[in-house]
């Protein structure tokens, strides 16, 4: 897979409006903002999604700073199509040269930006009442704690699993294609 810049873009011979651009960020994040025209097909979901009709097209894969799309090459790579294109900088680059992203200011925070949220303020409320009322409360920021550690060791975090059933969280947005 080819690493293109998004100044580059321009400068293929493919036109960009003949590229097919795939968001692999979660449906949240796709909801939050995307480039005009993208598919969001989330990471997990990429072995899974009909490709036969890339075949013969250029085939631009993002994600929100290109990180993920790196590490999904192996993943990408076994999907059969033409040229393949990973956006270096991914959406971040994209928006910082000036180029038009679909924004959903409605649509909520990301999920682990939720989790982040939720973490650090049972952190801070766990020292706070340990310090004000009784250590004990101190349970809140070892709970916080494990939850971050076993879902940085595992890759599983159950507080996103959890906040994804909430009724704002679930998925209402229609994929363009």
Same mark, same amino acid.
């Given at each position: 897979m080819k690493t293109v810049d998004p =100044?580059?873009? =321009?400068?293929? %011979?493919?036109?960009?409006?003949? /590229?097919?651009?795939? #968001? /692999?960020?979660?449906?949240?994040?796709?909801?939050?903002?995307?480039?005009?025209?993208?598919?969001?097909?989330? *990471?997990n979901q990429l072995t899974e999604y009909d490709t036969t009709n890339w075949q013969d097209k250029t085939v631009l894969f993002h994600c929100k700073s290109g990180n993920r799309t790196k590490q999904a090459q192996i993943l990408i790579d076994k !999907?059969?199509?033409g040229e393949k294109l990973c956006l270096s900088?991914?959406?971040?680059?994209? =928006?910082? !040269?000036?180029? #038009?992203?679909? $924004?959903?200011?409605? %649509?909520?925070?990301?999920?682990?930006?939720?989790?982040?949220i939720i973490a650090g303020s049972m952190v801070l409320l766990g020292v706070l009442l340990a310090y004000l009322i009784s250590p004990y409360f101190i349970i809140l920021?070892? /709970?916080?704690?494990?939850?971050? *550690?076993?879902?940085? /060791? $595992?890759?599983?975090?159950?507080? %996103?699993? *959890?906040?994804?059933?909430?009724?704002?969280? =679930?998925? $209402?947005?229609?994929?363009e294609k």
């Amino acid at each position: 897979m080819k690493t293109v810049d998004p =100044k580059q873009l =321009k400068k293929l %011979a493919t036109p960009i409006d003949e /590229i097919i651009i795939i #968001d /692999i960020r979660e449906p949240s994040e796709y909801a939050r903002e995307h480039i005009p025209g993208s598919i969001n097909i989330p *990471l997990n979901q990429l072995t899974e999604y009909d490709t036969t009709n890339w075949q013969d097209k250029t085939v631009l894969f993002h994600c929100k700073s290109g990180n993920r799309t790196k590490q999904a090459q192996i993943l990408i790579d076994k !999907i059969p199509h033409g040229e393949k294109l990973c956006l270096s900088g991914g959406i971040e680059e994209w =928006k910082l !040269i000036g180029n #038009d992203v679909l $924004t959903n200011k409605e %649509a909520p925070l990301e999920l682990m930006r939720q989790v982040q949220i939720i973490a650090g303020s049972m952190v801070l409320l766990g020292v706070l009442l340990a310090y004000l009322i009784s250590p004990y409360f101190i349970i809140l920021t070892i /709970i916080a704690g494990i939850g971050l *550690l076993n879902a940085g /060791i $595992t890759g599983f975090c159950g507080m %996103a699993k *959890l906040l994804m059933f909430l009724p704002y969280n =679930k998925s $209402t947005n229609k994929q363009e294609k």
